[in-house]
């Protein structure tokens, strides 16, 4: 993402030698982003994206890597990291935890059309199923613990009606969670973050998903949400889009079918996605950190996202 740590063409190289990939050929910083340090990494032994983790540890990394190895390994493709001599593949460069893995084909769909947002339901449904038998275990660090310990914080940067319909939302989703529908709904390894920008396409194919530092064992329904809440929105205004939303429930389901909990707390978790990326805007917004190439993310966004979603709850799926 944003380019926090700089590294050098020999930390590269020596990092290429370590895992058998021949010669550098260029290495190129990625802008954008808020979490960690990417770079493009073209080599004799192909193209690759080097990522250097900012905020999260070594302890907590394994989950996020080997999750991506298991779900590459199943067939869906996500970026494959790549193991040295020893098969590890959480590795150290310019002092920071880092990984290489392979660079997926295609680019971002920006402004999608029924048949993306189709090809991500039936991609994430896939995804999902194929989490089932991973055995690493790691809550969804940006979840309702987290949103609890940072409302407080990012509160007085709000004016008074904002800072009500943040309080009063964080009130309505403990009450959510702690319900007995909610403690039925299924869940497993979720992306958490499966915006626009983190899907490849060629034309209508879908050929990658990325970025997996937000995943976590959380509800599916929660990550479906977090998907509509981005594919099946109009950006200016924040609206639901039913066209698209449709398209991508309709593929989700053809691939695993919603359980009764789901479809009656779908609008309550499309309100508690727009929630959680509503505060963590607000917190890289408010409180942001150094970077060379850091541009935070406008929080408004997911307060109108959020506002639509508590005025007009779509119907259940």
């Known amino acids: ?35 960690n340090t990417n770079y493009f990494v073209s080599c004799e032994g192909g193209e690759f994206v080097l990522t250097l983790f900012e905020r999260l540890t070594a302890e907590q990394l394994p989950f996020y890597l080997h999750l991506m190895q298991h779900l590459a390994r199943a067939g869906i493709p996500v970026p494959d990291p790549q193991p040295d001599r020893r098969g590890a593949i959480l590795h150290q460069v310019a002092g920071k935890p880092a990984a290489l893995a392979t660079r997926l084909r295609g680019k971002s769909q920006l402004a999608p059309q029924a048949a993306h947002c189709a090809a991500v339901g039936a991609m994430l449904a896939r995804m999902h199923l194929a989490g089932r038998d991973y055995e690493r275990q790691q809550p969804n660090l940006r979840g309702l613990a987290w949103w609890n310990e940072t409302v407080p914080v990012v509160l007085p940067h709000l004016n008074a009606q904002q800072a009500t319909l943040l309080q009063s939302e964080l009130a309505y989703q403990n009450h959510v969670a702690a319900g007995s529908d909610y403690a039925a709904l299924p869940r497993g390894p979720v992306h958490a973050d499966l915006f626009r920008d983190n899907v490849m396409f060629d ?52 691939v695993r079918a919603l359980t009764a909990a789901e479809r009656a707390l779908l609008p309550a978790m499309l309100r508690a996605g727009a929630l959680r990326f509503w505060i963590s805007r607000l917190w890289d917004y408010h409180l942001p950190r150094e970077a060379s190439l850091l541009t935070p993310h406008d929080p408004t966004h997911f307060e109108r996202v959020l506002r639509e979603r508590v005025a007009h709850p779509p119907a259940q799926a």
């Open 203 to 254: 034309g209508e194919e879908l050929t990658g998903l990325f970025d997996f530092y937000f995943a976590g064992v959380d509800t599916w329904l929660f990550d479906l949400a977090v998907c509509l809440n981005d594919w099946c929105i109009d950006l200016p205004t924040g609206r639901h889009v039913a066209e698209r939303a449709d398209a991508l429930l309709a593929a989700y389901q053809g």
């Open 1 to 35: 993402m944003a380019v926090f740590t700089v590294v050098s063409n020999k930390e590269a190289r020596d990092l290429l030698r370590r895992l058998q990939l021949g010669k550098l050929l260029a290495l190129t910083g990625i802008e954008g982003g808020i979490e």
